[in-house]
């Protein structure tokens, strides 16, 4: 015999399950929003052009605008952009105007919800061991640039120095 509290309470349930999931839903959905910005500046390091200082300038304020830590934005190079992208470094013809951006978005979307997936991981490490080469220096001018503008360049005052 169901009484009238059990039936609320299993109806309790199922409503703030539907809501979690939507929730979650949710989140993820704005979580992909963040990202597309930053999958499309990291876009750049597979395309077949030299990035020249001002295009590491305005990468690194993209990442710094979007909210990710350096290793949160190296992560997302590596398990979302870089499976997409890496056979145009591979290829003697690649792309060198840039991604059409739906396209990306679709494939980077994909890529996120497999990022971790095991075999995903371990084949893309596999890759990256052999390719990182080819965007290493990208991610040292960019981390250089973004460390400037968090660390305040103060000046040394020599009379403090000597007066200690």
């Keep these: 015999m169901r009484t009238k509290n059990n039936l609320y309470k299993k109806l309790y349930s199922r409503k703030s399950q539907r809501f979690l999931t939507t929730k979650v839903r949710h989140s993820r959905q704005d979580d992909i929003d963040n990202r597309k910005i930053v999958w499309h500046a990291i876009a750049s390091f597979y395309l077949d052009t030299e990035l020249l200082e001002y295009d590491y300038e305005r990468i690194a304020t993209l990442f710094?605008?979007?909210?990710?830590s350096i290793t949160e934005l190296k992560k997302i190079d590596l398990y979302e952009v870089f499976p997409v992208l890496k056979d145009n470094v591979l290829t003697i013809s690649g792309v060198w105007n840039g991604v059409d951006e739906g396209w990306l978005n679709k494939a980077c979307t994909l890529t996120?919800?497999?990022?971790?997936n095991n075999l995903f991981r371990m084949k893309v490490r596999f890759y990256n061991r052999v390719l990182y080469t080819m965007r290493k220096e990208h991610w040292i001018n960019?981390?250089?640039?973004?460390?400037s503008k968090v660390t305040p360049?103060?000046?040394i005052n020599s009379n403090l120095i000597e007066n200690s």
């Design 142 to 147: 960019i981390e250089s640039i973004m460390r």
């Design 64 to 68: 710094t605008q979007s909210g990710f």
């Design 153 to 155: 360049q103060i000046p």
């Design 112 to 116: 996120y919800y497999r990022r971790n």
